[in-house]
């Protein structure tokens, strides 16, 4: 089932340019799901194709990988000033690790983003539970649960005094998360068919990109 809220979607109006960053990981089925709301994808490999987006994906994959390919290719020094400047980024899974400011149980010398106020856990679920799917209530949302596709995900096992706990577990613990502009799931929304997520980060997008023309 596709759930979707074409209020969101300004009709005839060209949707945001927004970057996917595709070093590694599930990057087309974000693409996939963004271009399908009328955005405008750039694949993000490298610092100059960030010029001229107005928000990124961070996808899932190995938050271990994309962290060494981001510093090699050039692209975390500049993505990490776009963050600090206020750039909407939205990060699932692998990509949340990316975007949050603590992480534990990284390997010897893994290295993060950061900007969104929060510890995170990785690989929290364990070798014997690493994938499991359940519905989450998200308020932020609407009443409709939202069916998560956890694969080795991580936890947000503290939530700072900038950040806002978006899902829980039945067992309380966060597994979404927002701050201003920077969005985080444990979770895959991309592959589950409910873009409503990916619906609230182009909110922030437009919203942004809106208050930077007035
Ligand atoms: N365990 C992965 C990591 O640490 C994340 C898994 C995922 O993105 N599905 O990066």
Do not use: W
């Not at 690989?123 to 994938?131: D, L, P, R």
């Not at 096992?157 to 309380?172: I, K």
């Amino acid at each position: 089932m596709t759930l979707r809220d074409d209020s969101l979607a300004a009709p005839g109006a060209p949707g945001p340019r927004v970057g996917v960053l595709a070093l590694q990981g599930d990057f087309r089925e974000h693409a996939r799901v963004l271009r399908e709301l009328g955005a405008e994808v750039v694949l993000v490999r490298r610092a100059e194709d960030l010029d001229g987006i107005e928000g990124i994906v961070i996808p899932g994959g190995e938050s271990t990988v994309m962290d060494k390919l981001s510093r090699a290719f050039g692209v975390a020094e500049p993505l990490k000033q776009r963050i600090a400047a206020g750039m909407p980024v939205y990060g699932t899974c692998a990509g949340l690790i990316m975007i949050a400011d603590t992480l534990l149980d990284t390997i010897e010398g893994q290295q993060n983003l950061g900007g969104l106020d929060v510890v995170v856990r990785r690989n929290a679920f364990g070798s014997q539970n690493q994938s499991f799917e359940t519905d989450l209530q998200v308020p932020a949302l609407g009443d409709q649960p939202v069916h998560a596709v956890f694969i080795r995900g991580p936890v947000v096992e503290s939530v700072g005094e900038n950040a806002t706990p978006l899902a829980s577990l039945a067992d309380g613990r966060v597994v979404a998360v927002e701050q201003g502009n920077l969005l985080g799931t444990s979770f895959h929304p991309e592959i589950q068919g409910d873009v409503r997520f990916h619906e609230y980060f182009l909110g922030k997008v437009r919203a942004r990109v809106v208050a930077a023309v007035e």
